[in-house]
């Protein structure tokens, strides 16, 4: 059973900074690529940014490109997500995925991925 537990969420002022933390449980986290999305009332849950497994492939949408930077400790078991010059449109709860068999590196197709967190709340005010 793996466990995807995120945190590092709150209440920022826009352009202000938050780092999100994802920690996943079992001894395979090595092998999977990750992946943070994030959803806001009445809308579906969107891509925001990706990594493979040794964290060489990056990929991000584009309304956070130079903004957010995804990264991981595999000694950690740990996925992050710094978040800088935040904007009230960041506003949503965002989720920590990890996807056990991608071919191709990384993905932004949220049906790709296997296991995902609870979610934590972001929210940025203006």
């Known amino acids: 059973q793996v466990q995807l537990v995120e945190s590092g969420g709150g209440l920022v002022q826009a352009g202000g900074s938050l780092k999100l933390s994802c920690v996943v449980s079992g001894r395979t986290f090595s092998s999977y690529a990750m992946g943070w999305f994030r959803q806001a009332p009445g809308k579906e849950r969107e891509f925001v940014a990706a990594?493979?497994?040794?964290?060489?492939?990056?990929y991000y949408v584009d309304s956070v490109k130079g903004r957010f930077t995804i990264s991981r400790d595999n000694a950690k078991n740990t996925v992050y997500l710094q978040m800088d010059s935040l904007k009230p449109e960041d506003t949503a709860i965002y989720y920590c995925a990890a996807d056990r068999d991608q071919p191709m590196g990384v993905t932004v197709r949220r049906y790709e991925y296997d296991y995902w967190g609870q979610g934590t709340q972001v929210t940025v005010s203006s």
């Open positions: 990594l493979s497994r040794s964290g060489g492939r990056r």
